[in-house]
Every structure is written in structure tokens, then in C-alpha cells.
């Protein structure tokens, strides 16, 4: 087999990006300022003086969260609608994403975050000035790698400005920006893996990219090969790999806080790295929804983005991941509709939908994550598992389902914080029986109601009691347009919110 790939090709040039970020007392020669317009009351000096609310409606803007009115000058000045005032951190972020994208041809930029960092219902100043860098290099995210001639203009600098009584708060905005930046190159990193082409990022490729990059952001790292897989019996990772030209892959990776001892609390992260889901034998249908199907790896994009965070953020927790990667193709040597597969640990499961992929690979993954000397206190998976989750949930909130409820509450605050929206789902054990199988220990499907349910109750079977969450982003993993700070394409959905989770675990009372 003969391809040509451009040898240049860099998969992952959100690494390499360098945007400065200020705090600063005055606005200093930026391209393009924000001016943060609500729709009722008042009007900024500074346009009162030359408009009214009349003249700005029938210019179309009324100040509606999302809106954006660009006045001619130097510096441009962006009108950026707030809505009912900009009162949360994700609202910040989402008025930066839309100033950031109002000036798409400016290269510098300012917003002035004083009014909204002092006062009574003010947001704090390290959390504002996080969201603000992160709406602002968010939302001018392009994966660009494989244009000959990209048109994007790329962000130099972003200056946040901080007057008057605010002016005091500029070290802890500092540290705001330091977080901004950390993050909005971890989501990035996952965009730019999710956004990869299939046959760029096979999972050797995966391998070979964590190999070079993790120890740089202080991770252990190690790769697992189709021998390797072998020995360790992992029939789920290595039952879906059966009819694919391309070797699978698990990736583990370690991060140690310094100081670390056994007593230090472990949380295991296990991620779905489906290099590109064909279906298999129960091929998809040649539509849109399979040609997205090389974001089926976001899960162990997730997992490897976020943790490439964890050292910088100050992470005080022990932190495993396991990449389990591969691609799910057809031929003659694929898994067939009735094969039984063994799982590590020695679980058989029937194979009666090929395209249940995902579920058969996380398996081996949470086996192998609860097997580990220490013992992690939690695991938590992530997977782009199910049609289900988006026909449940839609595009902007994933489905998170938990045997415990202190992990919930954990990633649900991460959610929070990250707008990644999660949403819990019962794990209803009453449809449990679906999963019997008349020849295996479990079918690898069940009914056809309550996807999401049924595919993290066959999770659930291979947790062995651990406190578990699992985060289904099948829907979030794509956004079909620019949206704020979701970009077209992968939305790198689930890194930030890991990266914040993990940064802030705290070990759960045991099930
Ligand atoms: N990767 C898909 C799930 C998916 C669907 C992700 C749409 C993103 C968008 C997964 O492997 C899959 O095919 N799931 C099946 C499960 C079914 C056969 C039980 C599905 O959802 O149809
Ligand atoms: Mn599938
Ligand atoms: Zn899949």
C-alpha cells in the first residue's frame, strides 16, 4: 500500500502556538477592542457620546448575548452584546469568542474586564481572566495543517485590561491567564488530533506522537503492541483491530505529582481512541455521521490533551491514562456478527453489532486501569460511544453516568467551570438482562431503547466496584459550524473539562 502524506505534515500545531497575553492598565495599540453592550440601560460613555440604542437597532444590534456590531477605525471597535450582563465565567468566554470572531482579521486584541471583576455578583478575577484567554484563543482555532495557502489570521496578542479599582487585581489575573493559556492549549491539542485525517493519525502514529510529546509535559509513557496486547490478553482492543491493516495501540501514560507515596490519591482516565470507526462488518451507512468518524478517537484525545496539563496546572494526584487505539474496519480477517471475544480477566462477550466497538476496547482499558497496584480511587472513561447520546442530548451537553455520586458532582463542577456541559443519566441496572447472551458471559448490544444507558451498563461490568464515571461526548465531539468558541470540527470537547477534574480530584469514599 502506497500513500502519499506529506512528510512536513505536523499533526499537532496547537503546540507549537504562541499567542502573548497582558494584563495591562490601558488598551496599548491593540487591532480591535471589545465594548461589552447589554441589551437594556445605559449605553458606555464612550458611545453614548456618538450613538443611541436607536441608532444601534437599526444598525441590527441590540446588545442580545452573541451579537456583534464592528465600528470602522483604528483600533476597530467590536460591540459585543451581553445580554442581562455578562455574570458567569462561561458567558465571559463566549462575549470574548465573539469579539475574537467579529475581528477575525486583526491580529491584536483588548478587552477591558474592570466592570467585571469588582462589585457585588462579580466574577473572580483569576476565573474572568482565564475564560477570557481561553474565549479569545478558542475561538480563533483553525486546523489549517493541510491547506496550501491557510487564510486564517493568526492571534498575536491579547491584552486584558484592568483600570481603576480593578487595577489591583492584576497579579491574580495573572495567574487567570497562566491557566487560560494551559487550557486553551490542551483543548486545542485535542482539536488538532480529532481533526487529523484517518491515515495521518493511525494509532501507531497516536503512539509515536505521545512517545515524543508526553515526557515533555512530564508523563510517563508507555506503548503496547499487537504482541504486547497479546500477551496481556486485551481480546476486546485486539477483537476490534481484527480487520485492520493498521496495528492497534495502547498507549499508558503516568503523571506523579511530586512527592507522591502511597498514600496519594490515584484516579485512572480511559479513553476510546477509535482511529476511525467504519462499523466494521455492521459497516455505516456512507453518510455525514461516518465521515466523522475519525473523531472517534476525542476520547483518548481527551485523555492524552488533558494530561499533557496536568504538571503546569499543579495536579496533586496520581493520574494513569489508557489509550485504547485502534481502527474499526471490515474485511476478511474482521470480526464477524457472533464471534465471542474474551476480554482481559477473562469476561466473554458476543459480538452481535461489529459497529459496539467502542464499548469492547474501554473494556480491556478498565480492566487493566483496576488492576493496578495502587489502586486507583476512581476511573474515569471518556468515549464517543453512542448515536444515543446525541438523539438524547443534542450537540452541547454529554451524557455522564456514574456509580457514584461524589465523582458526579466532580465532573459536574468541571462542567460547570469548562462549559462542557454534562448531563447525569440513571444507570438503570433493570436493563442489565438485556446484555445476557445465549453463548458469552454479555452481548456486546442490547435493545433498542436507552442506548447510553445499556452501553455504560456494560462498562459498569468491568469496573469491579470502583467509584466510575463516564463521560459519552458522541454528540459534543463535533460542531458542525463556528459557535462561539466551538470551531468547525473536532470541538476537543472533554480535554478541559479533565484537565480541571483531575486538577481538583479528590478521592472518593469507596463504594
Ligand atoms: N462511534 C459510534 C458512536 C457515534 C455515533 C459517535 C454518532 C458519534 C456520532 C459508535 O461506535 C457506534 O457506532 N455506536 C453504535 C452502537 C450501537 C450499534 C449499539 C450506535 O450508536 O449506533
Ligand atoms: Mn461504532
Ligand atoms: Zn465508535
Redesign the pocket.
Known amino acids: 500500500m502506497t500513500v502519499v502524506i506529506n512528510p512536513d505534515f505536523n499533526p499537532v500545531p496547537s503546540l507549537d502556538r504562541q499567542v502573548s497575553v497582558s494584563v495591562n492598565a490601558d488598551v496599548e495599540n491593540a487591532g480591535a477592542v471589545a465594548l461589552f453592550v447589554s441589551a437594556e440601560g445605559e449605553l458606555p460613555a464612550e458611545l453614548a457620546a456618538s450613538f443611541d440604542r436607536d441608532s444601534l437597532a437599526a444598525a441590527g444590534f441590540l446588545g442580545k448575548a452573541g451579537q456583534t456590531l464592528v465600528l470602522p477605525g483604528s483600533p476597530l471597535r467590536v460591540l459585543v452584546g451581553s445580554g442581562k450582563g455578562i455574570g458567569t465565567e462561561a458567558q465571559l468566554r463566549d462575549a470574548v469568542a465573539a469579539f475574537t470572531r467579529a475581528a477575525r482579521e486583526i491580529s491584536t486584541l483588548a478587552v477591558d474586564l474592570s466592570a467585571l471583576v469588582v462589585g457585588d455578583d462579580a466574577i473572580s478575577v483569576e476565573a474572568a481572566a482565564q475564560a477570557a484567554t481561553e474565549g479569545a484563543l478558542l475561538a480563533r482555532y483553525r486546523f489549517d495543517a493541510l491547506k496550501s495557502d491557510p487564510k486564517t489570521v493568526q492571534l498575536e496578542r491579547l491584552t486584558l485590561v484592568l483600570t481603576d479599582e480593578a487595577a489591583d487585581l492584576a497579579e491574580a489575573a495573572e495567574v487567570g491567564v497562566e491557566r487560560g493559556l494551559i487550557l486553551a492549549r490542551t483543548a486545542s491539542l485535542s482539536r488538532d488530533l480529532g481533526n487529523t485525517p484517518p491515515r495521518h493519525l493511525s494509532a501507531v502514529k497516536f503512539a509515536e506522537i505521545a512517545q515524543k510529546f508526553g515526557p515533555q509535559f512530564g508523563l510517563e509513557v508507555e506503548v503496547f503492541d499487537r504482541q504486547q496486547l497479546i500477551a496481556l490478553g486485551c481480546g476486546g482492543l485486539l477483537g476490534v483491530n481484527a480487520g485492520s491493516t493498521e496495528e492497534p495501540r495502547m498507549i499508558k501514560l503516568r503523571y506523579t505529582p511530586e512527592g507522591a507515596s502511597d498514600e496519594t490519591a490515584h484516579l485512572a482516565l480511559v479513553g476510546k481512541g ?1 482511529m476511525y ?1 467504519s ?1 466494521g462488518i ?1 459497516l ?1 451507512p456512507s453518510n455525514a ?1 461516518h465521515a ?2 475519525k ?2 478517537m476525542m476520547g483518548a484525545g481527551a485523555v492524552f490533551s488533558a494530561m499533557t496539563s496536568l504538571r503546569e496546572l499543579g495536579a496533586t494526584s496520581i493520574v494513569t491514562g489508557w489509550l485504547m487505539c485502534t481502527d ?1 474496519m471490515p474485511s476478511g480477517s474482521a470480526t464477524k456478527l457472533g464471534d465471542v471475544l474474551t476480554i482481559r480477566g477473562g469476561t466473554t462477550v458476543e459480538v452481535k ?1 461489529t ?4 464499548r469492547l476496547v474501554l473494556a480491556d482499558g478498565l480492566v487493566l486501569a483496576t488492576e493496578e497496584a495502587h489502586r486507583p480511587d476512581a476511573i474515569v472513561d471518556i468515549a ?5 447520546a ?1 438523539m438524547a442530548l443534542g450537540t452541547r451537553t454529554a451524557a455522564m453516568l456514574a456509580n457514584n455520586d461524589s465523582i458526579a458532582e466532580q465532573l459536574q463542577a468541571a462542567a460547570d467551570s469548562t462549559d462542557e456541559n454534562t448531563w447525569r443519566m440513571p444507570l438503570d441496572h433493570r436493563y442489565r438482562e438485556q446484555l445476557k447472551s445465549d453463548v458469552a458471559d454479555l452481548s456486546n ?1 442490547g435493545g433498542q431503547y436507552g ?1 447510553v444507558i445499556l ?1 455504560a451498563l456494560f462498562l459498569n461490568e468491568f469496573v469491579d466496584g470502583t467509584p466510575w464515571g463516564h463521560l459519552d461526548i ?2 459534543t ?1 463535533q460542531a458542525e459550524g463556528d459557535d462561539l468558541w466551538r470551531s468547525t470540527g473536532s470541538t476537543g470537547f472533554g480535554a478541559r473539562l479533565l484537565a480541571e477534574f483531575a486538577t481538583a480530584f479528590e478521592a472518593p469514599e469507596k463504594n
Open positions: 477509535i470507526d462499523g455492521s455505516k455521521m466523522a468518524m473523531l472517534d474499526n453489532n459497529d459496539a466497538e467502542g464517543t460511544l453512542t448515536g444515543a446525541m448490544i442506548g452501553a458522541a454528540g465531539m
